[in-house]
Nanobody, 132 residues
Framework: QVQLVESGGGSVQAGGSLRLSCAASGYTYRRNYMGWFRQAPGKERVGVAAISTRAGSTYYVNSVKGRFTISQDNAKTTVYLQMNSLKPEDTAMYYC?????????????????????????WGQGTQVTVSS
């Protein structure tokens, strides 16, 4: 059973930093893509950043480019999201996700964070609150 466990959320002031972690376990094979999503109150869940676990390629939505960095550990079982220069609009529940479409499937990410597809495994979420 695939498990994704997030940690590292919290409350910070605008301009501050947080580092989220996502520990993955239970895979029968390593997932090709991992990602971070977020959902603000009353809004839909949207993609934030993704990483190709094989190639190390990274993808970011426009609103976080230059401020957030997604990375993975050498064992490729933990994915991180370093968040710098945080803004109040970054306040949301952050979710770790892994693709579930396999080598034959398609993962889609967009610059806006909407309509990301191919991610079917989810963590329980960790809250990030940024105050002005």
């Amino acid at each position: 059973q695939v498990q994704l466990v997030e940690s590292g959320g919290g409350s910070v002031q605008a301009g501050g930093s947080l580092r989220l972690s996502c520990a993955a376990s239970g895979y029968t094979y390593r997932r090709n893509y991992m990602g971070w999503f977020r959902q603000a109150p009353g809004k839909e869940r949207v993609g934030v950043a993704a990483i190709s676990t094989r190639a190390g390629s990274t993808y970011y939505v426009n609103s976080v480019k230059g401020r957030f960095t997604i990375s993975q550990d050498n064992a490729k079982t933990t994915v991180y999201l370093q968040m710098n220069s945080l803004k109040p609009e970054d306040t949301a529940m952050y979710y770790c996700a892994a693709e579930d479409v396999g080598d034959a499937g398609v993962v889609v990410v967009t610059a806006t964070g909407h309509d990301w597809t191919g991610f079917g495994y989810w963590g329980q979420g960790t809250q990030v609150t940024v105050s002005s």
